[in-house]
T-cell receptor, first 116, second 113 residues
Framework: AQKITQTQPGMFVQEKEAVTLDCTYD???????LFWYKQPSSGEMIFLIY??????QNATEGRYSLNFQKARKSANLVISASQLGDSAMYFC?????????????FGAGTTVTVRA | EAQVTQNPRYLITVTGKKLTVTCSQN?????MSWYRQDPGLGLRQIYY???????DKGDVPEGYKVSRKEKRNFPLILESPSPNQTSLYFC????????????FGSGTQLSVL
């Protein structure tokens, strides 16, 4: 079964607008972490934001925020005030806990294109 | 500088010719892992290692070997590469823990003809 599901293969967003990238996950591990990584066209993987399964508040890092809905098993990334440099592929990932050897699973990714 | 070093960056080879992709980290991380990235499939884990001499299969281990003789190194070995192993490969490392982010190498684009 798919651990991480990203249903949006590609999205267009206007510069300065906000965009939400969807991510749902599946795990029976009580302890897990959720990550978002950015992969620009140059290919490197850039860490954006992290949310722990026991965190009460949604994580924020600058223009990035994570909308964590534990009961729905969703961890959507919100990018506010999009910039041209935000054009990239975005991966949602989940790292399960000790019972799963801290395995990190990735979604298929969402390509974001920011239009001027 | 803390980093994961992967070599080579690009590799073109022919079917059946053994190759090794090297990976080294200087952060004293216990956890190391190999991923392959294919369009529409995201990153899939090939093998991982929780510590020296401890390795385990990920989701797509067929056709690959790894070893962890030293904490800093985690080479990926393709004994007899086939065209379906053409892919972008990433090595990554981290401390152990569900909250620990992975540090990635710069990737190896492998083409098997």
């Amino acid at each position: 079964a798919q651990k991480i599901t990203q249903t949006q293969p590609g999205m267009f967003v206007q510069e300065k607008e906000a965009v939400t990238l969807d991510c749902t996950y599946d795990t029976s591990d009580p302890s897990y972490g959720l990550f978002w990584y950015k992969q620009p066209s140059s290919g490197e993987m850039i860490f954006l934001i992290y949310q722990g399964s026991y965190d009460q508040q949604n994580a924020t890092e600058g223009r990035y925020s994570l909308n964590f809905q534990k009961a729905r098993k969703s961890a959507n990334l919100v990018i506010s005030a999009s910039q041209l440099g935000d054009s990239a592929m975005y991966f949602c990932a989940m790292r399960e806990g000790l019972t799963n050897d801290y395995k990190l699973s990735f979604g298929a990714g969402t390509t974001v294109t920011v239009r001027a | 500088e803390a980093q994961v070093t992967q070599n080579p960056r690009y590799l073109i080879t022919v079917t059946g010719k053994k190759l090794t992709v090297t990976c080294s980290q200087n952060m004293n991380h216990e956890y190391m892992s190999w991923y392959r990235q294919d369009p529409g499939l995201g990153l899939r884990q090939i093998y991982y290692s929780m510590n020296v001499e401890v390795t385990d299969k990920g989701d797509v281990p067929e056709g690959y070997k790894v070893s962890r003789k030293e904490k800093r190194n985690f080479p990926l070995i393709l004994e007899s590469p086939s065209p379906n192993q053409t892919s972008l490969y990433f090595c990554a490392s981290s401390l152990r823990g569900e909250g620990e982010k992975l540090f990635f190498g710069s990737g190896t684009q492998l083409s098997v003809l």
